[in-house]
């Protein structure tokens, strides 16, 4: 079962926009963290945040998390083509399991 | 540092057959997990390794599928028989502290069951 729902499933936006894509969970967790997921790839790790913070920065990426309604964003700033791709959010739990959720399709256009 | 290494990287087999996927986790991490991905949708937990034990396996599908750390290091999955349902990326990932920091995954086994 997957713990995280992202909402929206897909975002399309041009070069240089701000995408936000936001990820709801359902239990108790230790941290949240945001993949990302190029064509036919693995993914790879972009930010943790610890269930008693509530907002990272790393370059471009901003993420904010609100324990209180089991929700966290992902904020891309100056979109680039490059930035297409997958995101999940997961979470990790308190025992110990990283779970995923249904993911966001971004496509960044020219 | 060497990353997560799996191997194949795709297969083809026909319903009914036996498949094996391996994977080497970068070295020293405790936890290895298995994912199963299918097309379209987030990767689903199948089973998670802490050194050679397993920390949790309620979804994997056990009339079908195994799995198993040797020594806590190396792991193979196995899906005996296969169905057309079981076609997906398998991810093997591995971390330092299970879902307490972020996990590191290999580029994936594509399986396609006809």
């Known amino acids: 079962s997957q713990q995280g729902e992202e909402d929206p499933q897909a975002l399309s936006i041009q070069e240089g926009e701000n995408a936000t894509m936001n990820c709801s969970y359902k239990t108790s967790i230790n941290n949240l963290q945001w993949y990302r997921q190029n064509s036919g790839r693995g993914l790879v790790h972009l930010i943790l945040?610890?269930?008693?913070?509530r907002e990272k920065h790393s370059g471009r990426l901003r993420v904010t998390l609100d324990t209180s309604k089991k929700s966290s964003s992902l904020l891309i700033t100056a979109s680039r083509a490059a930035d297409t791709a997958s995101y999940f959010c997961a979470t990790g739990g308190t025992a110990s399991k990283l779970t995923f959720g249904t993911g966001t399709r971004l496509q960044v256009t020219l | 540092e060497a990353g997560v290494a799996q191997s194949p990287r795709y297969k083809i087999i026909e319903k009914r057959q036996s498949v094996a996927f391996w994977c080497n986790p970068i070295s020293g991490h405790a936890t290895l997990y298995w994912y199963q991905q299918i097309l379209g949708q987030g990767p689903k937990l199948l089973i998670q390794f802490q050194n050679n034990g397993v920390v949790d396996d309620s979804q994997l599908p056990k009339d079908r599928f195994s799995a198993e750390r040797l020594k806590g290091v190396d792991s193979t999955l196995k899906i005996q028989p296969a169905k057309l349902e079981d076609s997906a990326v398998y991810l093997c990932?591995?971390?330092?502290?299970?879902?307490?920091?972020?996990?590191?995954f290999g580029q994936g086994t594509r399986l396609t069951v006809v």
């Open positions: 945040i610890r269930s008693n913070e």
């Open positions: 990932a591995s971390s330092n502290l299970g879902g307490n920091t972020e996990a590191f």
